[in-house]
């Protein structure tokens, strides 16, 4: 008896980011039910060439897919429309009976709808679209449009709260959804969302052999730890991390504050032509499309610990936290601080 297949269309496990390890982890998990071959097909490049930052994830030699048997194909290139095709003809060979695509961003509705209206054509593959926000925070006039060309063609939808399948409502409010907590739908009616919990990662694992105190000592991290983990971005408001971190240092002698990510726009060689062009351009298309408020150009929180004279109570790693290294910054930890200004369901959960 043929397995059945599935196809979990989002980027493949060597991007950084916490869709990556999403739709990595959501692959796995269903690897390993009985009778069913898993595919991830990935981007190879996620967004407009323009952008201005390094997505794939140059650091961890640590395999999440070993043990497993699911295969990736990287084929989907945002910018080459060929590679759109490539990828229908590939999943359509693969005949899964669903294809769950990751939803995570506006601007991947042009090549991410063009592929579902494709395949949502075919009666026996179910187009699911996992919905990890529908209306985005900046939500510009160009959001809403990309939003409704690269969404409307799903059979059915996922989301993780409430929220979202309200937002759903609002940017389809000719469309009667029926949703529900069981997982039952009318196949290929285009109106069913499954309302699911927000995972909790088991991607990283603690080391039983790790030395916590011989780790703190060295790092001069004191009794209690509290660690920011993550892409450094503006909206997770790191900036309050800090200055509350400040008052709460000026109480207690026995408090450390641990940051491990990397800022999100310094990732490339600005001396190099091909980054200064793109962040020319990057500025031209944000000044059309951004408000200014969301502009993230010039968001430097770090500089805030020598600022407010914290250098000695911080620990800072500003990079990519390979794989491999994940668990011992949260071992050494006594709390994780979120102070997201705008937060979505996408907000992802590590169990250490």
């Avoid at 020598?306 to 936290?321: A, D, R, T, W, Y």
Wanted: proline share 4%.
């Amino acid at each position: 008896m043929d397995k059945r297949k599935i196809v979990c269309f989002g980027p493949g496990p060597k991007f950084k980011g916490g869709i990556s390890n999403y739709n990595t982890s959501l692959a796995k998990s269903l690897d390993k039910i009985d009778d069913t071959e898993v595919h991830i097909v990935s981007w190879t490049q996620q967004y407009p060439a323009i952008i201005p930052r390094e997505f794939v994830d140059k650091s961890s030699k640590k395999d999440f897919l070993e043990g497993t048997d699911i295969q990736v194909e990287y084929i989907t290139n945002y910018n080459n429309p060929a590679s759109w095709a490539a990828t229908v003809k590939y999943i359509l060979e693969l005949k899964p009976e669903k294809v769950i695509f990751q939803w995570s961003i506006a601007v991947q509705g042009l090549p991410l709808g063009w592929i579902a209206r494709r395949l949502q054509k075919h009666p026996d593959i179910e187009v699911i679209f996992d919905l990890h926000f529908v209306i985005q925070k900046e939500n510009s006039k160009l959001d809403q449009i990309f939003t409704k060309m690269g969404i409307s063609k799903a059979d059915s939808y996922i989301v993780h709260a409430y929220k979202t399948a309200e937002e759903l409502k609002v940017t389809f409010p000719d469309k009667e959804f029926i949703i529900n907590e069981s997982g039952e739908r009318k196949l290929k009616s285009g109106n069913n969302v499954i309302k699911l919990y927000h995972p909790i990662y088991d991607l990283f694992q603690p080391d039983p052999a790790f030395d916590v105190e011989a780790f703190k000592n060295e790092n001069h991290l004191k009794k209690h730890v509290f660690l920011f983990f993550g892409f450094i971005r503006k909206y997770k408001g790191l900036h309050n991390v800090i200055k509350a971190f400040k008052l709460l240092s000026e109480e207690r002698d026995d408090v450390s504050l641990l940051i491990c990510g990397e800022s999100f726009w310094a990732t490339l060689d600005d001396t190099k032509w091909s980054t200064k062009f793109k962040t020319a351009a990057f500025k031209l298309a944000k000044g059309l499309f951004l408000k200014k408020a969301d502009d993230e150009k010039d968001y430097n929180p770090l500089a805030l610990i020598e600022e407010l004279g914290l250098s000695e109570q911080s620990m800072v790693v500003n990079k990519f936290i390979p794989n491999e290294d994940v668990g011992k910054y949260f071992q050494a930890s006594d709390s994780v601080v979120l102070f997201y200004e705008y937060a979505t369901p996408s907000l992802s959960l590590i169990h250490i």
